[in-house]
């Protein structure tokens, strides 16, 4: 049974569109990305996982359970990261996390106390006199205090400066190792790229791809660096080839077709150096946004 499951899952704000027809499955222990520019509906699908907000139309589902009869029984088992983190002012950041911690059953402490020693967060300061980066430290910990089951994180490295975002990546990957489900959601491509297992591209509102990055990869095009002796002109202009440009000796394009085809083509050169490359996730995501254009 998967952890998410979304049917048709649709917002609007009054005319405005929030998010329409999301249709996904995020499976038991993975990490599961889902990738868009600010403003895709990324947001809106957590916030409506999370039922902050009601579905205008569809449904969603996790541990099997309906998100708006169950919400209060489902959140118990959940741990979520808004992108904006926004607190009592004037509280002391341990006497926050204990206030977060009352909310589950068991004693998490010991928990607590780790967690903001690996986060380097001092507990004694007014949550008024930190910065930014240490109020995200705050959502870490009070996301992760009481163990959950799936982890919502919105944006959730924005603000942390690039070693406690390496903290942090390690903290996501022992969570996962230890069982559980992790869904990422984030403008940053090399990010998911590192952490993810599978990615959902969003784009105003709508879903356009669901897919493992290594068959995102395999599928999609191949990056390709030709240097030879003499490349004739026009020698490239085949079906398949896009982006072709003169590059340090040689040319460089972007193929999707039958890779013996290419190959054959390149080898009939005299060549001094080829290398074919995978593409980087931010490369398929422009693929297809420009696609979806």
């Given amino acids: 049974m998967p952890v998410i499951e979304t049917r048709q899952l649709t917002k609007y704000y009054g005319k405005a569109r929030g998010v329409i027809d999301?249709?996904?499955?995020?499976?038991?222990?993975?990490?599961?990305?889902?990738?868009g520019p600010n403003g895709a509906g990324k947001s809106t699908t957590i916030r409506l996982l999370l039922n902050l907000i009601f579905p205008t139309?569809?449904?969603?589902?996790?541990?099997?359970?309906?998100?708006?009869?169950?919400?209060?029984?489902?959140?118990?088992?959940?741990?979520?990261?808004?992108?904006?983190v926004f607190y009592y002012e004037r509280m002391k950041v341990i006497d926050l996390l204990k206030y977060a911690a009352s909310f589950y059953p068991g004693d998490h402490s010991q928990r607590l106390h780790e967690l903001a020693d690996i986060m380097g967060l001092d507990l004694n300061r007014r949550i008024e006199d930190l910065s930014y980066g240490n109020?995200?430290?705050?959502?870490?910990?009070?996301?992760?205090?009481?163990?959950?089951?799936?982890?919502?994180?919105?944006?959730?490295?924005?603000?942390?400066?690039?070693l406690m975002q390496r903290t942090f990546f390690q903290l996501i990957r022992e969570e996962n190792a230890r069982g559980a489900t992790i869904f990422f959601s984030s403008h940053i491509l090399g990010e998911v790229q590192r952490l993810c297992n599978r990615v959902a591209i969003i784009k105003e509102g709508r879903l356009i791809e669901v897919s493992d990055i290594r068959?995102?990869?395999?599928?999609?095009?191949?990056?390709?660096?030709?240097?030879?002796?003499?490349?004739?002109?026009?020698?490239?202009d085949l079906p398949g080839v896009t982006n072709l440009e003169p590059v340090?000796?040689?040319?460089?394009?972007?193929?999707?077709?039958?890779?013996?085809?290419?190959?054959?083509?390149?080898?009939?050169?005299?060549?001094?150096?080829?290398?074919?490359?995978?593409?980087?996730?931010?490369?398929?995501?422009?693929?297809?946004?420009?696609?979806?254009?």
């Fill in 22 to 35: 999301v249709d996904m499955q995020v499976e038991e222990g993975e990490i599961f990305g889902f990738i």
């Fill in 57 to 84: 139309r569809g449904s969603a589902r996790i541990f099997g359970k309906d998100v708006v009869r169950d919400g209060p029984e489902i959140r118990r088992h959940i741990g979520y990261l808004p992108s904006e």
């Fill in 248 to 293: 340090d000796g040689g040319v460089r394009f972007f193929f999707k077709g039958d890779i013996d085809a290419i190959v054959a083509r390149i080898s009939a050169l005299d060549l001094s150096d080829v290398t074919i490359e995978e593409p980087t996730l931010e490369e398929i995501f422009m693929h297809y946004y420009e696609q979806a254009a």
């Fill in 135 to 162: 109020r995200k430290k705050v959502g870490i910990v009070q996301g992760l205090l009481h163990r959950p089951r799936l982890l919502l994180l919105d944006e959730p490295t924005l603000g942390l400066d690039p």
């Fill in 215 to 236: 068959t995102l990869q395999q599928n999609n095009y191949k990056r390709i660096y030709v240097a030879a002796r003499a490349i004739p002109d026009g020698y490239f």
